[in-house]
């Protein structure tokens, strides 16, 4: 069965560290999408991608970037990880207007 | 742009009653859809149902049901019914038409299901 997988599904890191969350979809599903969970405010879109060498920002891409060299996979870096993006990152990809998600990554920034 | 409102940050609802969860949105789309998302505690995020704005019947899925209203644009979801198994964190969410694929999320609804 097709499917969306992330990784690591925890991780720990340290203040100003670079630090990478893989994505891997096998839904061959040109949009991919990364969101972050707080408490109070939902999934907010971080960034996008409709496309290969496609990428776009969402609402809350200040210090994270992607890159999207093939179709089954968007790594979402986090260029100097910060205490305020410690969140639950989740990995979407969509077509024909549904979206299916990853399990999740859960990051603290210590 | 598009927003979506869920008021409820908390709910609480007794075992086999039913309960409507509240989602109201703002777009100036003239088409669009519609979703609600079921987040257990163990963090997935699950695909409940479907409602696209030109839809002339109300969606329904097994005990899921959305309460469509166009006018006062609020897309609730009825849950009838309530199992243990509900008691999860629950979305709403919208895609508009210009970008078909990029959805946009309430913050969410905490239903607690009481035996």
């Known amino acids: 069965d097709a499917e969306i997988t992330q990784s690591p599904r925890h991780k720990i890191t340290e203040t100003g560290r670079q630090v990478t969350l893989a994505c891997h979809q096998t839904?061959?599903?040109?949009?991919m999408f990364w969101y972050r969970q707080d408490l109070g405010h939902g999934l907010r879109l971080i960034h996008y991608?409709?496309?290969?060498?496609?990428?776009n920002k969402g609402e809350v891409s200040d210090g994270y970037s992607v890159s999207r060299s093939n179709t089954e996979d968007l790594p979402l870096t986090l260029e100097s990880a910060a205490s305020s993006q410690t969140s639950v990152y989740f990995c979407?990809?969509?077509?024909?207007?549904?979206?299916?998600f990853g399990q999740g990554t859960r990051l603290t920034v210590v | 742009a598009q927003k979506i409102t869920q008021t409820q940050p908390g709910m609480f609802v007794q075992e086999k009653e039913a309960v409507t969860l509240d989602c109201t949105y703002d777009?100036?789309?003239?088409?669009?859809?519609l979703f609600w998302y079921k987040q257990p505690s163990s963090g997935e995020m699950i695909f409940l149902i479907y409602?696209?704005?030109?839809?002339?019947q109300n969606a329904t899925e097994g005990r899921y049901s959305l309460n469509f209203q166009k006018a006062r644009k609020s897309a609730n979801l009825v849950i009838s019914a309530s199992q243990l198994g509900d008691s999860a964190m629950y979305f709403c969410?919208?895609?508009?038409?210009?970008?078909?694929?990029?959805?946009?999320f309430g913050s969410g609804t905490k239903l607690n299901v009481k035996p």
């Open positions: 839904w061959n599903h040109n949009n």
């Open positions: 409602q696209g704005s030109y839809d002339e």
């Open positions: 979407a990809s969509s077509e024909a207007g549904r979206a299916f």
């Open positions: 991608s409709y496309g290969v060498q496609d990428t």
């Open positions: 777009t100036s789309d003239q088409s669009y859809g």
């Open positions: 969410a919208m895609r508009g038409i210009y970008n078909f694929n990029k959805f946009y």
